[in-house]
């Protein structure tokens, strides 16, 4: 099968992935700043950035969700076995004898099956309770009822413990780009949205027919 | 020439000359003993002799007088009613009462002028006439001093007629020049003697004729004096008020709003609202931003600002979500004590009637913030702490006050709260407040557990002031009151709790939010709900650092082992 260079991160998503990252940075430091872990901003300043960059981020993914709905993009996050044994043992064992990255991206599959599960698990469960405990928490006075609430206490743990569950998600997920190829291999297509994808026969015959802006002359 | 500080000691020595032939020579070894002007000593008693506004007469019109000018319809320099001779206040107040006919009705039903309040939640009987502070103690029997700050005349006793309403003074309300003062209506001991001396006679035909709406100084003339002095009792109530910085008090200064008491403090029929007896600890719908023609008798913040009171931001939108559970003042009054008049914090009474050369003496031992020393220690009433910009102490408050009174029994081995309070998270009608903590120690009724009246002002041979007896101080106030005594008293600790309401800061020095979402910051002792910043709890951050600890370990054990088995590999 012809192995050839494939636009595979459209524009908006390359502007969702890395305004998303911008955004959880932010995030992150202002919510250990409310936290308490540093205080390197003033609380106020800190929490009117973290509001709004929280209700930018939710903004983006009702973009991002709405996006990857009508474009079916959706479907590149779909929880497989077929494979997930084989990248599970590379990373946990072949890649310390040298051997090569088990996964060749599809063009309809452009994540292995490990990273499929993580970032479905992470859309679907992190992030939810990320901002329906942020958005409890933001809105407190609209459900506590002129009275302290113990539930705040909660809604307050699981919104920080998803943060830290976020946090190392992102610390994993970068140390990620360094294995299976060169860091910069696994960033360019995130910059420039090409990657390099094995194609069937008719894949290759509909891109360059129908699509030839997304697959690069060979 | 005679500097404000040295001339008390000048006035005391010619007034002691003026009957004692070695008076001279006693005021010049008085004068010998003074190192500096912090450990001044001065005999005899002079209390409440500097009290009122010594500076200008503030003009309180506002922006709410759209060109700054009051309309008067009645000029009353030429009514021919107040053209006199006047020989006394009463006099004036006929005068008063013959064209304003229902203002004695009115008044003589006021606390200013009965002292009483019957609590209408705890059915407590409450008032000056009756209540016990951790101050000077009680007025009730020393009304021959305390009455100096009564709207009234001739209050010599107990047994004043409330219903005689020649008597209402409507003077210290209401007259404009600053040249009218009150004394103490009976003259006590004779060391108190210099309490009257070197005053001007009132011109009463000059005072009736300047009258108007109360201003500060006349407000402040005894409300910015309660406890024996400047500031002592309410902490936010100080002689700054008079003429304030605008970042002492937003409303009040003339470079701000320049409002007088009563634009806040509003009323009708000679009653105003703002009782600390029963206050409105969280205004809602019925008063927050009043309409035309709709009742308007609370002087709360939320009566002007609304229960909305920030801009329409996201801070703003924040801010207001703090408006049910923190009261305005407990971030907009950042302290009190402000502006460089100092406040008491603490009392004690049991070193009270130490004597020089046999008489009582004042000791200044605190410079406060505008310069002038304040006495820490006095025969009359012992000795004294003071504190300025001072940050309250933040508790859950519903309104409702409730006080230790004279027929309270209580357990002497704990400090007694001479006025307390409930407020809880769980409550809807309660907030935090800021409140001023005073501690005392203080004499009371060994054998009953109870508080004691002390006869403290009087011409006798009992009264403390100027006999310096306790034990016969306490007998005789209590017996002239008629509360049992069981002839033996003691010393306890007691707290009374003034809420902070004035010195309200312009809103750029309203308290950053870190004062209290921080693990030490001011609410660190007010528990009951949960707080960012302050209440997360350990486990939750050890268990992030494990996570995170844990993940960074984790890609930095896999890439190092890849690396070594790499170099191994390539070897």
Same mark, same amino acid.
């Given at each position: 099968?012809?192995?050839?260079?494939?636009?595979?991160?459209?524009?908006?998503?390359?502007?969702?992935?890395?305004?998303?990252?911008?955004?959880?940075?932010?995030?992150?430091?202002?919510?250990?700043?409310?936290?308490?872990?540093?205080?390197?901003l003033?609380?106020?300043?800190?929490?009117?950035?973290?509001?709004?960059?929280?209700?930018?981020?939710?903004?983006?993914?009702?973009?991002?969700?709405?996006?990857?709905?009508?474009?079916?993009?959706?479907?590149?996050?779909?929880?497989?076995?077929?494979?997930?044994?084989?990248?599970?043992?590379?990373?946990?064992?072949?890649?310390?004898?040298?051997?090569?990255?088990?996964?060749?991206?599809?063009?309809?599959?452009?994540?292995?099956?490990?990273?499929a599960?993580?970032?479905?698990a992470?859309?679907?469960?992190?992030?939810?309770?990320?901002?329906?405990?942020?958005?409890?928490?933001?809105?407190?006075?609209?459900?506590?009822?002129?009275?302290?609430?113990?539930?705040?206490?909660?809604?307050?743990?699981?919104?920080?413990?998803?943060?830290?569950?976020?946090?190392?998600?992102?610390?994993?997920?970068?140390?990620?780009?360094?294995?299976g190829?060169?860091?910069?291999?696994?960033?360019?297509?995130?910059?420039?949205?090409?990657?390099?994808?094995?194609?069937?026969?008719?894949?290759?015959?509909?891109?360059?027919?129908?699509?030839?802006?997304?697959?690069?002359?060979? | 020439?005679?500097?404000?500080?040295?001339?008390?000691?000048?006035?005391?020595?010619?007034?002691?000359?003026?009957?004692?032939?070695?008076?001279?020579l006693?005021?010049?070894?008085?004068?010998?003993?003074?190192?500096?002007?912090?450990?001044?000593?001065?005999?005899?008693?002079?209390?409440?002799?500097?009290?009122?506004?010594?500076?200008?007469?503030?003009?309180?019109?506002?922006?709410?007088?759209?060109?700054?000018?009051?309309?008067?319809?009645?000029?009353?320099?030429?009514?021919?009613?107040?053209?006199?001779?006047?020989?006394?206040?009463?006099?004036?107040?006929?005068?008063?009462?013959?064209?304003?006919?229902?203002?004695?009705h009115?008044?003589?039903?006021?606390?200013?002028?009965?002292?009483?309040?019957?609590?209408?939640?705890?059915?407590?009987?409450?008032?000056?006439?009756?209540?016990?502070?951790?101050?000077?103690?009680?007025?009730?029997?020393?009304?021959?001093?305390?009455a100096?700050?009564?709207?009234?005349?001739?209050?010599?006793?107990?047994?004043?007629?409330?219903?005689?309403?020649?008597?209402?003074d409507?003077?210290?309300?209401?007259?404009?020049?600053?040249?009218?003062?009150?004394?103490?209506?009976?003259?006590?001991?004779?060391?108190?003697?210099?309490?009257?001396?070197?005053?001007?006679?009132i011109?009463?035909?000059?005072?009736?004729?300047?009258?108007?709406?109360?201003?500060?100084?006349?407000?402040?003339?005894?409300?910015?004096f309660?406890?024996?002095?400047?500031?002592?009792?309410?902490?936010?109530?100080?002689?700054?008020?008079?003429?304030?910085?605008?970042?002492?008090?937003?409303?009040?200064?003339?470079?701000?709003?320049?409002?007088?008491?009563?634009?806040c403090?509003?009323?009708?029929?000679?009653?105003?609202?703002?009782?600390?007896?029963?206050?409105?600890?969280?205004?809602?719908?019925?008063?927050?931003?009043?309409?035309?023609?709709?009742?308007?008798?609370?002087a709360?913040?939320?009566?002007?600002?609304?229960?909305?009171?920030?801009?329409?931001?996201?801070?703003?939108?924040?801010?207001?979500?703090?408006?049910?559970?923190?009261?305005?003042e407990?971030?907009?009054?950042?302290?009190?004590?402000?502006?460089?008049?100092?406040?008491?914090?603490d009392?004690?009474?049991?070193?009270?009637?130490?004597?020089?050369?046999?008489?009582?003496?004042?000791?200044?031992?605190?410079?406060?913030?505008?310069?002038?020393?304040?006495?820490?220690?006095?025969?009359?009433?012992?000795? $004294?702490?003071? *504190?300025?910009? @001072?940050?309250? !102490?933040?508790?859950?408050?519903?309104?409702?006050?409730? /006080?230790?009174? &004279? =027929?309270?029994?209580?357990?002497?081995?704990?400090?007694?709260?001479?006025?307390?309070?409930?407020?809880?998270?769980?409550?809807?009608?309660?907030?935090?407040?800021?409140?001023?903590?005073?501690?005392?120690?203080?004499?009371?009724?060994?054998?009953?557990?109870?508080?004691?009246?002390?006869?403290?002002?009087?011409?006798?041979?009992?009264?403390?002031?100027?006999?310096?007896? $306790?034990?016969? *101080?306490?007998? @005789?106030?209590? !017996?002239?009151?008629?509360?049992?005594?069981?002839?033996? /008293?003691?010393? &306890? =600790?007691?707290?009374?709790?003034w809420?902070?309401?004035?010195?309200?800061?312009?809103?750029?020095?309203?308290?950053?939010?870190?004062?209290?979402?921080?693990?030490?910051?001011?609410?660190?002792?007010?528990?009951?709900?949960?707080?960012?910043?302050?209440?997360?709890?350990?486990w939750?951050?050890?268990?992030?650092?494990?996570?995170?600890?844990?993940?960074?370990?984790?890609?930095?054990?896999?890439?190092?082992?890849?690396?070594?088995?790499?170099?191994?590999?390539?070897?």
């Open positions: 099968m012809p192995i050839r260079k494939v636009r595979i991160f459209d524009g908006f998503e390359r502007f969702w992935h890395w305004t998303q990252m911008l955004l959880i940075f932010t995030l992150l430091f202002t919510g250990l700043r409310i936290h308490g872990v540093h205080d390197w003033n609380f106020d300043q800190a929490v009117n950035i973290h509001t709004l960059a929280a209700l930018g981020l939710m903004l983006l993914w009702v973009f991002a969700i709405f996006w990857h709905l009508t474009t079916g993009a959706w479907r590149h996050y779909l929880p497989t076995l077929n494979g997930l044994w084989p990248v599970a043992r590379y990373y946990a064992w072949d890649i310390f004898k040298g051997k090569p990255h088990p996964y060749r991206k599809h063009f309809w599959r452009k994540h292995n099956p490990l990273q599960l993580t970032y479905a992470l859309k679907l469960f992190l992030f939810p309770a990320i901002w329906v405990s942020g958005l409890t928490y933001l809105f407190y006075n609209y459900w506590q009822q002129g009275v302290s609430s113990p539930w705040l206490y909660w809604v307050a743990n699981i919104h920080v413990f998803s943060a830290y569950a976020i946090l190392s998600f992102v610390i994993i997920h970068v140390y990620m780009l360094t294995t190829g060169s860091f910069s291999h696994h960033l360019m297509p995130m910059i420039s949205g090409y990657d390099e994808v094995e194609l069937t026969e008719a894949e290759e015959a509909y891109l360059e027919q129908d699509e030839p802006g997304r697959i690069k002359p060979s | 020439m005679i500097s404000g500080k040295t001339l008390p000691l000048f006035v005391l020595s010619v007034f002691l000359g003026s009957f004692l032939p070695i008076a001279p006693f005021a010049v070894s008085v004068a010998a003993d003074i190192p500096s002007g912090g450990e001044k000593v001065e005999l005899g008693i002079s209390e409440y002799t500097d009290i009122g506004n010594r500076g200008k007469v503030d003009d309180p019109v506002t922006e709410l007088d759209k060109d700054k000018q009051r309309k008067f319809t009645t000029d009353h320099t030429r009514l021919k009613e107040l053209q006199g001779p006047f020989n006394s206040g009463p006099e004036v107040t006929r005068a008063c009462l013959g064209c304003h006919n229902t203002a004695g009115q008044f003589i039903k006021n606390k200013h002028w009965t002292w009483k309040y019957t609590h209408p939640v705890t059915g407590q009987k409450l008032g000056k006439s009756v209540l016990i502070n951790n101050f000077c103690t009680n007025a009730r029997g020393n009304e021959g001093m305390c100096q700050c009564h709207a009234g005349y001739n209050m010599k006793d107990s047994n004043f007629d409330f219903s005689n309403e020649e008597n209402i409507c003077l210290v309300c209401h007259e404009s020049t600053g040249t009218y003062y009150k004394t103490p209506p009976t003259r006590g001991n004779k060391a108190c003697s210099v309490m009257f001396e070197g005053k001007q006679p011109d009463w035909v000059n005072v009736a004729q300047h009258v108007r709406l109360p201003a500060r100084s006349n407000c402040g003339t005894c409300h910015f309660g406890g024996g002095g400047d500031n002592v009792k309410h902490g936010d109530l100080s002689s700054v008020l008079f003429h304030p910085p605008r970042d002492v008090d937003v409303h009040m200064s003339e470079d701000g709003e320049n409002f007088a008491c009563i634009i403090h509003v009323g009708e029929g000679h009653e105003w609202s703002g009782s600390r007896y029963n206050m409105i600890a969280k205004d809602e719908k019925e008063h927050a931003r009043p309409r035309p023609g709709m009742e308007r008798e609370t709360t913040c939320e009566s002007c600002h609304g229960d909305k009171p920030h801009p329409l931001s996201v801070k703003g939108l924040k801010l207001n979500d703090h408006v049910d559970r923190v009261a305005c407990s971030c907009h009054i950042p302290s009190f004590a402000r502006g460089g008049v100092a406040t008491k914090i009392w004690d009474w049991t070193t009270a009637g130490r004597l020089r050369n046999g008489e009582g003496y004042r000791e200044e031992g605190y410079q406060q913030g505008n310069g002038e020393w304040r006495h820490t220690y006095k025969s009359i009433k012992g000795s $004294f702490k003071y *504190a300025e910009n @001072v940050v309250p !102490e933040y508790r859950w408050f519903n309104g409702v006050m409730r /006080y230790t009174t &004279i =027929d309270t029994r209580f357990d002497p081995d704990k400090p007694v709260n001479i006025n307390y309070f409930s407020g809880d998270p769980q409550d809807k009608n309660s907030r935090i407040w800021p409140f001023k903590r005073m501690h005392t120690r203080q004499p009371y009724d060994k054998g009953n557990n109870t508080l004691v009246y002390m006869h403290l002002w009087g011409d006798d041979d009992a009264a403390f002031w100027g006999n310096y007896d $306790f034990a016969k *101080a306490i007998k @005789v106030g209590m !017996e002239k009151n008629g509360i049992p005594y069981s002839g033996e /008293y003691g010393f &306890i =600790d007691s707290y009374s709790w809420p902070i309401n004035h010195m309200v800061a312009p809103k750029e020095q309203a308290l950053a939010c870190d004062e209290c979402h921080s693990r030490e910051g001011r609410l660190k002792e007010v528990r009951g709900f949960y707080m960012p910043g302050r209440d997360a709890p350990r939750l951050d050890l268990l992030g650092l494990l996570m995170v600890a844990g993940s960074l370990g984790g890609v930095a054990g896999h890439g190092l082992l890849r690396m070594l088995l790499a170099g191994r590999r390539k070897n």
